[in-house]
């Protein structure tokens, strides 16, 4: 097997993917390409414009399914009761949004948010679970500027998406002014496997077969190189933590699911 394929970036390299360096250097990363702020918005939104209506499709056979597992086991993490209300961030096809609404059921509530139409609708109108994807409601929004009042919400969850937001500290900070004082927050994200032969072998995964299978299926070699290259460049676990408590968020915790391909953070917004 000819691996070939880019290193993990080097701590340094992660750190300036925040807010701080992209202010500083006006520049951000979409993967390994270098944009504008105002470029990598607007490739975000390409990007899933031009997947939308295939992501779900896709999220199953690239992962053979397991995102739904790694989507079932973060969100008992954050143990919903009925009658709560939900706000996923970036909340795209709403994978998140039917499990969480399934749990705090008619007298909950749940906001599917997410800054492209194309995402949602694609998961609006899917047949399956009608009346549950009826039941959630849908705004469209950025989630570095996050359309409802402080403290508005049970529980704020995001799902495989801070990776793709221009600046990321804004959105936590945003994610944590819209949760009420005690409330829960959840951040599921792709990272590092942790041992090196199985991450050897994700990452020809990742690098040879992915694209290859985007390019055959869906037409989009390079949304599906883009995708592990941005994985590459995302916060290891500890410093996704650090993150967060700066965000304002405490009682940090993670866990790492298939060998620490999936991480799911979680955290609580003081009282
Ligand atoms: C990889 S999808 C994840 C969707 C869903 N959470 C899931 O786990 O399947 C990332 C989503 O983030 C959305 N997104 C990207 N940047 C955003 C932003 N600044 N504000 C809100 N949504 C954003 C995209 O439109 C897309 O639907």
Request: charged content about 25%; hydrophobic content about 45%; proline content about 4%.
């Amino acid at each position: 097997m000819q691996m070939n394929t880019p290193d993990w970036s080097a701590a340094q390299k992660r750190v300036e993917q925040l807010d701080d360096y992209i202010a500083a250097k006006q520049r951000a990363q979409f993967g390994f390409e270098e944009l504008t702020e105002q470029e990598k918005a607007a490739r975000v939104r390409r990007h899933f414009n031009s997947v939308a209506y295939k992501y779900d499709m896709m999220n199953t056979v690239l992962s053979l399914g397991i995102h739904y597992l790694w989507k079932k086991i973060a969100i008992t993490r954050l143990a919903l009761q009925p009658g709560e209300s939900v706000l996923d961030v970036c909340g795209g096809t709403g994978d998140l949004s039917i499990m969480a609404k399934k749990q705090v059921g008619p007298a909950g509530r749940v906001v599917l948010y997410d800054i492209n139409w194309e995402m949602i609708n694609a998961g609006r109108i899917k047949p399956t679970n009608a009346r549950t994807r009826d039941a959630i409601f849908y705004v469209q929004g950025d989630a570095e500027h996050i359309t409802f009042p402080d403290g508005t919400f049970d529980v704020v969850m995001v799902g495989f998406a801070v990776r793709n937001i221009t600046h990321m500290k804004r959105a936590f900070r945003e994610m944590h002014r819209v949760l009420k004082p005690g409330g829960r927050f959840l951040c599921l994200e792709f990272s590092k496997p942790v041992w090196p032969w199985f991450r050897a072998l994700y990452d020809w995964y990742s690098f040879h077969l992915m694209p290859l299978l985007g390019d055959l299926m869906m037409g989009e070699r390079k949304a599906y190189t883009c995708l592990p290259e941005t994985i590459r460049l995302f916060l290891m676990p500890d410093e996704l933590a650090e993150v967060l408590r700066a965000a304002g968020f405490a009682r940090i915790e993670y866990e790492r699911m298939t060998n620490g391909i999936a991480v799911a953070h979680t955290g609580i917004r003081r009282l």
